[in-house]
């Protein structure tokens, strides 16, 4: 798994589709992209890692992805957390089976830029909702930003 702290350092440009993934131990969001899009897709609402790992390599290979990209919640200088090991962790398990790249994306503040972003559109978000979708798509949108280098 590719690591990065606060810049996705990855050279090659992505021009397949995607599959965004904000990794949680109860609840795990899952968004779709592809060119520079993103789209929101589900949460997957499981304990088990492996259930997790086996429901994300079912919707990648539904949807042809070509590589995951993993959210880590680093802190703000971009330091590593007890939990961003667990989901490098997670990552690892996931490359191994899918038998594909797995893309470190720092996810710093992710859920709260989500809460900005809908309150801007006059959607009034209700904390701790299944909103673990939007993050895993402003991951996704991070990333290709970062590809794009914006």
Avoid at 70 to 98: A, C, M, W
């Amino acid at each position: 798994m590719s690591k990065s702290k606060s810049k996705n350092t990855n050279k090659k440009t992505i021009q397949g589709t995607l599959i965004g993934i904000d990794y949680g131990e109860n609840k795990t969001g899952i968004a779709l992209g592809k060119n520079g899009l993103v789209a929101p897709l589900k949460v997957i609402k499981s304990r088990s890692a492996e259930e997790v790992v086996h429901e994300i390599i079912r919707m990648g290979m539904e949807n042809k992805a070509e590589a995951y990209v993993l959210g880590i919640p680093l802190t703000s200088d971009g330091k590593e957390t007890r939990q961003s090991l667990k989901v490098r962790n997670f990552g690892k398990i996931l490359k191994i089976l899918s038998k594909k790249h797995v893309y470190a994306q720092n996810e710093y503040n992710s859920t709260n830029d989500i809460y900005t972003e809908l309150t801007d559109l006059g959607i009034q978000p209700k904390r701790g909702a299944n909103d673990d979708h939007l993050a895993a798509a402003l991951i996704l949108k991070n990333f290709f930003q970062e590809q794009k280098g914006l």
